[in-house]
């Protein structure tokens, strides 16, 4: 079962990758953050990644209070990606690590559902 939703999140992430080249519309970039993601077919492909990868980490269930956090992680990556601007050497460290981050939220995040799932109920006295 554990492996069978690794599959998916893979899946699933392989199938944002290939539908466009960054995970928001380039045609609307405005911000010079966006515009050299867009620029940047590398950069790029590390934006749809950790697109795909935040999809697929959004869908994850999580224990009580741990949404928040998940959100106001995804808030600070977007301030730090902005504070960059068009700077490349500083884009592709920033989306390495939250490529990182987020991997490692989903494993967390399986992990923790999956101990849940296969718990032993609580015994009555």
């Known amino acids: 079962m554990h492996r069978f939703i690794a599959l998916i999140v893979i899946a699933l992430v392989g199938t944002a990758s290939a539908a466009q080249a960054a995970s928001f519309d380039c045609a609307k970039a405005g ?7 867009c620029a ?3 950069i790029s492909a590390l934006d749809s990644e950790m697109g795909g990868l ?26 730090q990606r902005a504070r960059c ?19 490692q939220g989903i494993t967390q995040a399986m992990d923790n559902y999956f ?3 296969n718990a032993d109920p609580p015994k009555c006295q």
Not at 31 to 37: G, K, L, R, S, Y
Not at 64 to 79: E, V
């Open 31 to 37: 911000t010079p953050d966006e515009i050299a993601i």
């Open 85 to 103: 601007g068009g700077n490349l050497a500083c884009l592709r460290p920033l989306y390495h690590a939250r490529i990182e981050t987020l991997q």
């Open 40 to 42: 940047n077919p590398e």
């Open 115 to 117: 101990q849940l799932q």
């Open 54 to 79: 935040w999809f697929a980490f959004r869908k994850v269930p999580m224990l009580m209070g741990s949404n928040g956090a998940r959100m106001d992680a995804a808030q600070a990556f977007l301030q």
